[in-house]
Structures are given as C-alpha cells and as structure tokens.
C-alpha cells in the first residue's frame, strides 16, 4: 500500500457514506466559499458580532404547539391537518413543567455557549407575547410569555440569545400559500397581501428585538419567495448591534447555514473562509418532539461537530422539548455524553488556525495554534498510528485530550516507506471508538516553519 492510498473524507462525504445523507426537497442551495487547503482564516466582523467566533458551539431548540401531537413541526404540512384541526393545539397548549434554568444546565452540560430558539415557526403560532396574532403562547391555559421566560434565564447567565423565525407562516391570511415547498396549498379563506404580510413580519421583529433585552443573533428561515429588503436586516443591526444575521432571510446575511449535512458540496471544504453555521438535530426524523423518533448515534454526531468545528465553522445541535416543556430523557442523555467528550477537546476548537491542507492524511482534520498542531481523528483509523507526512520534527510532547495520556511519537522510515516522517503511535482506538480522538503536539518551533 502506497503513502498516499488513503480513503479520503472527502470521498465518503461526497458518496454519503461518512454522514449517511438522505436528500430532501427544501431551501438548502448554501453553498459556501471554502478552502483546498492551507493555512485559513476567517475574517471577523470586529464589532459585537465577534462573539459568534468565540462561542463556536450552541444549542438549538425547535419548540411550539406541534409537540403536543408529537409527530413533528412539520405535522401540519406533511399529515394535510387542516388549519381548523391544528388550531385546537393552541387551546390545548399548557407545558407547566417548562423551565428555562433545566434547559440552560443541560446546555451547559454539554459543553454549548449559546442558545437559538424557535419563536415562529411555519405553523404560524408565536412563542411571545405578540400584538401582532392572537394565535400566540398568551392565549393559551399557559397565557405565559414563553420567550420572555426563557430570554430572562439567559440574560442571569450572560448566554448569548439567538432567534428563529420562519417567513413561511401557515396561518396568517396574508402569507401567500402556493403550494410550493414547504407551503400549504391556497386555504379557503385567505387574502393574499405580500405587502401586508411583511409589514406583519417587520412589526414582529422589530418585537422581538426591542421586548427581550439583548438579541444575539437572528435566524430567519424559509424565504420560499425569495424576496429581497435589506432594510429588514438594517433595522435588525440599529436595535440589537451584537446580532448575527444568517443568510436565509431577504438578503445574504452575515453567515451561511448548512443543514443536516444535505449539501455534498460542503464536503470538499479543507476549510471555511466565511461564517458559517451548520445545524443539525439528535434526531432523525424531526427537530420538534417526535415521540417514537429515531436517533442518530454519539458516533456520528461528534464526527458531525468535529468536521464542522475543525474546519472553522460553529455548530447548533437541536432538541425537541415535549408538550410540557421537558427536554426528552434520550435526547438529553445524548447532550450529556456528548459533553463528556466535547468538554474534554474543546481547546482545539477555540482560537485556532485551520491547517487540513498541510497534511496528506484524509483521516485527520487539523487545527492549530501558535506552536500546537491538533490532530482531529475524525474518521476512526485502520490501527493504533496515525502518520502525518511530510512533516517530520518530533514535537515535545503529544497529548491525548480525550484521556490526557501521554503519546508516543516516532520519526522514522517504515518498510513500506520511501522516506522518514512523523507517526504517532499507540492511540487507543478501541477504548475510543465511541468518541473522536484528539491530539495535542506540542512544538518548540512556529507551526509555519514545520507545515511548509
């Protein structure tokens, strides 16, 4: 076997095999500027927005009425519910054991650093207490203010607080149902008005941002029309400056937005050159609280996080909470054992240079900073040695942050080798196959004088 007859990540990804894509129809054509390799960095707003760049890791939470019938948030949509039959579940929407502070420990468990919460989404019914709609959390037997609950948490701790809402809207009269992807069919009833639906959109939002304290973010969805107004985002800048914007809204945003590892695209990025967030859910079949839902196994969800964080972009994981509020006992489980790990690598993520192009070995991904190289054994190796040609210093020492056991290095010619590099050897792969290995060397030279 040759040096270079590696199975590539790329390959994998592109086939479906590494992340086991299954594509759907949908709003999911981001296709980000990436890098072929090299030493890479993305460009920071140098404003509020910088925090989007620290944090890298957070929570997503899709939560609303469609819990109750616990199938999904789509439910409406894909079981052709009719407007009338869905509305009951606002009548019947009570969650008293919601509590922000439970969400906000499992978070932190985890090892995330912000939240994104679903305020809106296609269904139409509304989180907070909005003017706007009667069809909202304060006209419920809970006649709580969810939002408001959940901001005031956030705000005690000083975590960042992000916002989803989607522009398709199930609901309002005004919305333009068509029947297109991820749209009802014209409902009886309705008066299509795209100018006073957004009107209705823009009065929210400007809710949203001046009601709930400081905003961190703003993640629109589903802009089926592809309708375009800067001004939306300007006005979204002048009330909350600290706010990220992404690029599913009516203009390009300030970061892109993979979702569920649809776009094959994204897996011949070495690296991303702009923000970028990519999102996915522990949960197979939906984002919303499915109560016979299929889960997606540890394994594959730290890989998931690792390749997105290791090649410069943040990651949202999402949870469904049921009908009273409560994160789901699998769901949270799976945030906790991912914690365990996360929390243990998460220094290889934070602050680092993105440096995968400098090695020929597709099974590692590679972060770096100052004289630390971190070897990201994103797909699991053949054996216990990794070898990083054509790098060939021996590094002080070699860490394994998953244990924090010591590494033997070696820098040598092996038999089926034409020259001598560095190989790290004796990774406990097994004990670890359940987790993405980490690796810290440690150099006593600048990592650009090593990775020529």
């Not at 695209?265 to 079949?285: D, H, I, N, R």
């Not at 410069?312 to 999402?318: D, K, R």
């Not at 790290?424 to 359940?434: A, E, F, G, M, Y």
Request: proline share 6%; with cysteine; aromatic share 14%.
């Amino acid at each position: 076997m040759k040096r270079r007859d590696f199975i590539s990540i790329a390959a994998l990804m592109s086939s479906g095999t590494l992340f086991g894509m299954n594509r759907i129809p949908g709003n999911f054509s981001f296709s980000p500027p990436v890098s072929t390799g090299g030493i890479d960095y993305i460009k920071r707003f140098g404003d509020g927005r910088d925090w989007f760049f620290e944090k890298r890791f957070g929570m997503f939470v899709h939560w609303g009425i469609y819990a109750i019938p616990a199938v999904q948030e789509q439910y409406m949509l894909r079981y052709n519910i009719s407007r009338k039959e869905y509305e009951k579940f606002a009548r019947l929407w009570n969650p008293v054991d919601f509590d922000p502070d439970r969400w906000l420990d499992l978070m932190q468990e985890a090892g995330m650093k912000y939240l994104t919460f679903t305020t809106k989404h296609h269904d139409g019914f509304c989180m907070w207490d909005t003017k706007q709609t009667s069809f909202n959390v304060m006209n419920t037997p809970y006649k709580k203010d969810i939002l408001g609950m959940l901001a005031d948490a956030c705000h005690k701790r000083n975590i960042p607080l992000s916002l989803y809402y989607s522009i398709v809207d199930w609901h309002n009269p005004y919305y333009p149902n068509k029947g297109r992807h991820h749209e009802l069919p014209p409902q009886p009833g309705d008066t299509p008005d795209w100018g006073k639906y957004m009107e209705f959109v823009k009065a929210q939002v400007r809710e949203l941002c001046t009601n709930y304290g400081e905003i961190h973010g703003f993640w629109w969805d589903m802009n089926v029309p592809e309708y375009k107004d800067p001004s939306i985002n300007e006005m979204i800048q002048k009330l909350q400056p600290n706010a990220v914007i992404n690029n599913r809204g009516f203009d390009e945003g300030d970061f892109g937005t993979p979702e569920r590892d649809y776009s094959n695209e994204l897996s011949k990025a070495k690296a991303f050159t702009k923000p970028t967030e990519a999102c996915q859910s522990v949960g197979m079949q939906s984002w919303g609280y499915r109560k016979d839902e299929d889960y997606y196994t540890d394994r594959y969800l730290k890989m998931s996080i690792d390749s997105y964080l290791s090649r410069g972009a943040n990651y949202l994981l999402n949870v469904g909470p049921d009908a009273k509020g409560v994160i789901p006992a699998v769901s949270a489980g799976i945030l906790q054992r991912i914690g365990k790990w996360y929390k243990k690598v998460d220094e290889a993520y934070q602050d680092v240079e993105l440096v995968t192009g400098k090695i020929n070995n597709n099974y590692v991904l590679l972060t770096a900073k100052d004289n630390t190289l971190y070897v990201h054994l994103n797909k699991l190796p053949i054996g216990n040695t990794v070898s990083l040609y054509p790098l060939k210093t021996l590094p002080d020492r070699a860490i394994l942050l998953n244990t924090g056991k010591t590494l033997k290095c070696i820098s040598e010619r092996k038999p089926y080798e034409i020259e001598a590099f560095l190989w790290i050897q004796d990774i406990p792969v097994n004990d670890l196959s359940n987790e993405i290995p980490v690796i810290k060397l440690e150099f006593n030279k600048p990592l650009n004088e090593l990775l020529k």
